[in-house]
């Protein structure tokens, strides 16, 4: 798959760049990349939600009436579930949400968000720049110059360019990530991939050095 390549200024370059089928043309994977952006969440969550059982919640153990005699059910101490300030039954308590995922799936679900985003003629080629100083307006401007200001876009750099990463960061729904940190998530949430020219070929030899499943 060819695109061209644009300048910062919304131009077009006269050169063109060929994304290879074996990361940008595969047939995606559906469950794969659910897995995948399941696990992304999953790994995201605290998990510090906490709920008082009987025996941790302060209250006397005293019998409320007698048991028998009054026409109703025996009723225990006030820290029974069925009052009000009493217990929780079956309440949350803390634990981790994160599980595994084999390396080649989550290879095949990256490469299949980006099939879906090459198909869906998504993605847009950037020549390499840089910016001298921090500046939201710069990074405003470009996104303008490339028609993808107010829609959710995702930069991927060949490596971490501060500056930009500085200059995106109070700009809404825009982010920057490198080619090593790509993941699914990112991928499928974002409306346009504005891929640098240079980090290309990281993402290819990322993506291709590791067979799939």
Same mark, same amino acid.
């Given at each position: 798959? *060819? ?11 006269? =050169? @063109? ?9 595969? *047939?995606?994977? !559906?469950?794969?990349?659910? %897995?995948?952006?399941?696990?992304? /969440? ?10 008082? *059982? @009987?025996?941790? #919640?302060?209250?006397?153990? =005293?019998?409320? @009436?007698? /048991?028998?005699? +009054? ?18 039954? $079956? ?7 994160? $599980? ?7 290879? %095949? ?18 020549? !390499?720049?840089?910016?001298? *100083?921090?500046?939201?307006? /710069? ?7 490339? /028609?993808?200001?107010?829609?959710? +876009? ?16 109070? &700009?809404?729904?825009?982010?920057? +990530? ?8 990112? &991928? ?11 980090? #290309? ?13």
């Amino acid at each position: 798959m *060819e695109l061209v390549v644009y300048k910062i200024d919304g131009s077009k370059t006269s =050169r @063109k760049v060929n994304l290879e089928d074996a990361v940008f043309g595969i *047939e995606p994977n !559906d469950h794969a990349i659910y %897995l995948d952006v399941k696990q992304h /969440q999953a790994n995201k969550r605290q998990g510090t939600h906490s709920s008082l *059982e @009987k025996s941790q #919640i302060s209250g006397t153990t =005293r019998k409320l @009436k007698r /048991q028998k005699g +009054t026409g109703g059910a025996r009723a225990g101490s006030m820290k029974s579930p069925l009052f009000s300030g009493g217990a929780r039954v $079956f309440g949350p308590h803390p634990r981790d949400y994160s $599980f595994k995922l084999n390396k080649k799936l989550k290879v %095949l679900a990256r490469k299949s968000a980006l099939s879906y985003k090459a198909k869906e003629n998504n993605i847009i080629v950037l020549e !390499d720049f840089k910016f001298e *100083e921090i500046a939201t307006k /710069q990074y405003q401007t470009l996104l303008n110059n490339l /028609q993808v200001a107010g829609k959710r +876009t995702l930069m991927v750099t060949a490596a971490s360019e501060q500056t930009i990463v500085l200059s995106s960061r109070n &700009i809404q729904k825009a982010k920057v +990530t490198t080619a090593a940190s790509l993941n699914t998530y990112d &991928i499928l949430n974002a409306a346009n991939l504005i891929i640098l020219e240079s980090s #290309i070929k990281e993402i290819e030899n990322i993506h291709s050095s590791t067979q799939t499943i």
